[in-house]
C-alpha cells in the first residue's frame, strides 16, 4: 500500500529507533475461549473505550463504522479469550476517568505507558513501539529539532505524552486540542510552527493526505510502547495478557499489523514497559 510504504520509509528516514511492532466485568459465570484454554472473568462484554479520531489505530469510517489497528486487535483478544467485545467512543482525557469510574472495563486508543498513568489504571503487556516525533510546515527550514522549538506555538492533543514534553520546552506558546488531527490542522493552517504527537499517527496523516503542507523532521523524540489500559485490579488483566501473547504467538497479531501498516513488525515486543 502507498501509505504504508510512505509511513515504513519516513520513520527509517527519522534515524531513530522506531519499530512498529500491539477490559473487567464483575460477573462469575465464565465464558469459553473457542481453545478451551482462557476462561473469561465476566459473563457479560467487556465495553472499550476508543477516541476514534487517530488513524490507523482507530477512526469512524464514512458509514460510522469503527476502524483501525486497535479495534481489530481487541476483536481478536475478545476472540481469542471468548469475550464479547463493545467500543463506546470517548474523548482521550476521558478515558482514564471512564476507568476509574467502572463505566468501561478497558481502554485502546494508542495509549503511552507511563508510570504516572500505571498509578491509576493498570496496563497489558505492551502491543505497539512507538515515539514521538515533531511536524512542521513543509516549508519551514528553522526548526530542525526539539531544541529548535523554544518560544514557539506548538499545538498537541491534551492529555498526551507530546503535550507533556511540549509543557517543558522553554517559552513555548502550547496550545491543546482534543484530537491529534484538530492539532496537525492547526499546524497546516498556519496556526501553529510545529506538533508533537506520536510518530505512526503523524505520517498516516500526512501519506494518505489528510492533512497536507506538513512533514515530519529531525529524529525521534522518545521511544513509547502502547498499551491496554485497565481498572486497577481487575479481575480480567491476566486474561486479556493471555490472550494478547497467544494471538502474537499464533501470527494472529502479525496478520492484524500486515493490514494495517502494509509490512510485518520488526523485533519483539517486551513483556512490561519499565
Known amino acids: 500500500m502507498k501509505r504504508s510504504r510512505f509511513i515504513k520509509n519516513a520513520c527509517l528516514s527519522l534515524g531513530a529507533a522506531l519499530v512498529l511492532a500491539a477490559c473487567g466485568g464483575g460477573g462469575e459465570e465464565a465464558a469459553t475461549a473457542p481453545d478451551g484454554e482462557i476462561a473469561a472473568a465476566t459473563s457479560g462484554p467487556w465495553v472499550v473505550g476508543t477516541e476514534p479520531a487517530f488513524p490507523p489505530f482507530e477512526s469512524q469510517s464514512d458509514s460510522g463504522e469503527l476502524v483501525g489497528f486497535d479495534i481489530d486487535l481487541l476483536r481478536a483478544i475478545g476472540d481469542q479469550a471468548g469475550v464479547e467485545i463493545e467500543f463506546e467512543s470517548l474523548p482521550f482525557d476521558g478515558l482514564i476517568p471512564a476507568l476509574q469510574a467502572g463505566t468501561i472495563e478497558a481502554a485502546v486508543s494508542g495509549m503511552t505507558i507511563t508510570e504516572e498513568r500505571a498509578a491509576t489504571v493498570d496496563f497489558s503487556r505492551p502491543y505497539f513501539r512507538a515515539g514521538l516525533a515533531i511536524a512542521i510546515a513543509e516549508e519551514d527550514a528553522e526548526i530542525t529539532s526539539i531544541e529548535t522549538l523554544e518560544g514557539k506555538k506548538i499545538a498537541v492533543q491534551i492529555g498526551t505524552t507530546g503535550a507533556e514534553m511540549a509543557g517543558g520546552i522553554k517559552d513555548a506558546k502550547v496550545s491543546t486540542f482534543d484530537s491529534a488531527p484538530l492539532a496537525l490542522q492547526e499546524l497546516a493552517n498556519g496556526n501553529a510552527d510545529a506538533v508533537i504527537n506520536d510518530a505512526p499517527a503523524t505520517l498516516d496523516a500526512i501519506a494518505t493526505g489528510n ?10 523524540l522518545t521511544e513509547e ?8 485490579d481487575s479481575p480480567n488483566l491476566e486474561i486479556l495478557n493471555t490472550a494478547l501473547t497467544e494471538i502474537i504467538e499464533n501470527g494472529t497479531y502479525d496478520t492484524i499489523y500486515e493490514k494495517w501498516f502494509g509490512t510485518a513488525p520488526v523485533g519483539t515486543l517486551p513483556e512490561t514497559a519499565f
Open 211 to 220: 492533512i497536507g503542507g506538513i512533514k515530519v523532521v529531525g529524529e525521534l
Open 225 to 232: 510502547f502502547y498499551g491496554i489500559a485497565m481498572p486497577k
